[in-house]
Structure formats: structure tokens, C-alpha cells
């Protein structure tokens, strides 16, 4: 899944920018409480279970989208529940390496933590428009799911590394994006939709991290 490519508008107010930046990130913090209940509750769950729980996410995800500037209590239960669902997906793969190597998770999680702030920070400070690094970073992840495809029937040496490196490359561009998108978006009800969006980053992150660091252990 990948965040927006819309255009940025005009810079907003210190007050404004500070009002957004803080319900947008507290979404993000109680989505991310809601997926860690999803993953501890879909711990035993099949892999099976795990792709029709993803299909559910994505419709959950079109909803909010729908929803966004029509109802913001309506985007945000979407929003909350998109993280249930996501946690629930995600749950058999968290599961495997929490019952091969605990540490692994955590490792992850830590350097997920570092990762956001690092690339987040960049993009809200900078002044240069994003836009186009977030286009090229929007066609890589398209090449990157298509070599992940190729790569389920085909042996590719050092594939799982190459599909890792590159993921936490073009995430670290659409961090830096959504982050820029936070600081300049004008309407406040965007804040469901922007949280959704970091959220995904930190989602994809996470996952690329513990593949990573699950491969060297």
C-alpha cells in the first residue's frame, strides 16, 4: 500500500500547522495501539486468513477515503479499524518471528521508531516540494511489488535483501512526503486521511525491518 501523490498546497499558520501535526500524529499513535491488539489477538491465525483479513483492510481503506470529507468521526472509526484489520493480517507473520527470535521484533520496532522520526523530521523541515520525489518513489514501489510477484516463482540470489534495502529506500522518500503534506495541508479533516498515510509508512517500514533483521539472524 502507498500513500498520496497530490499536489501540495500553500504553507499554513504556525497555530494551524502545530493543531494539524498534533491530531494527524495522535491518530497515527492510537492506530498503531489498534494494530498491535489486532496482531496479539490473530497471533494464531493462518496465513490463509491473513490475505482475506489484507482484502478487508483495503476496502476499510476506500471507505476512509470516501468518508473523509463527509463525516471526520465516520473516517476515523475507519481509520481505527483499518489498524484492527491490518494488526489481524499481519498477525501470522509478527507471530513467526516472535516465536523464532522475540528480539528480532523488537529490533525492529526501535530502528521503525528512528527510521519515521529521521525521514518525517526531514520532510516537515524542508522547503523544497517533494512532489516529484514522491512520484518516482510511487512508480519504484509499483517495480518493487512486481519483483516481489517475480521472485514467489522465480530464484532471485539476495532477493528478500534487494526487495528490503529497496523498500526502506522508497519509504524513506514517502515518509519524507507525507511528513512535507502534514505541515502544508490547509483543512483539518485531512488529519484522518494523513494519519492513514504515515501510518502506512510506518507499517511498511516495520515489516521491511523485521525481514531484514530476521534474515541476519
Known sequence: MDSSTAALPPSITRDQSGTLLGQTMGLVAV???FFAVGAYLGRDLSYGWGWALYIASFACLLGLNAA??????TAISLLFGFGVLMGL?????ISYYASTNPKVVWQAGAATALFIAGFGAAG??????L????RICFWALI?????????IFVRIPHGQLIYAIAGLVIFAGLTAFDFQRLR???DIR????LAASIFLDVLNVFLLLLSLFGRNN
Open 184 to 186: 502544508r495541508t490547509r
Open 31 to 33: 492506530t498503531t495501539g
Open 89 to 93: 493480517a499481519t498477525a501470522p507473520t
Open 131 to 134: 512532489s516529484s520525489l514522491a
Open 190 to 193: 485531512a488529519a484522518p486521511l
Open 68 to 73: 473523509a470529507q463527509r463525516s471526520e468521526g
Open 124 to 129: 516537515y523541515a524542508t522547503r523544497r516540494d
Open 143 to 151: 517495480a518493487l511489488i512486481l519483483f516481489g510477484i517475480v521472485a
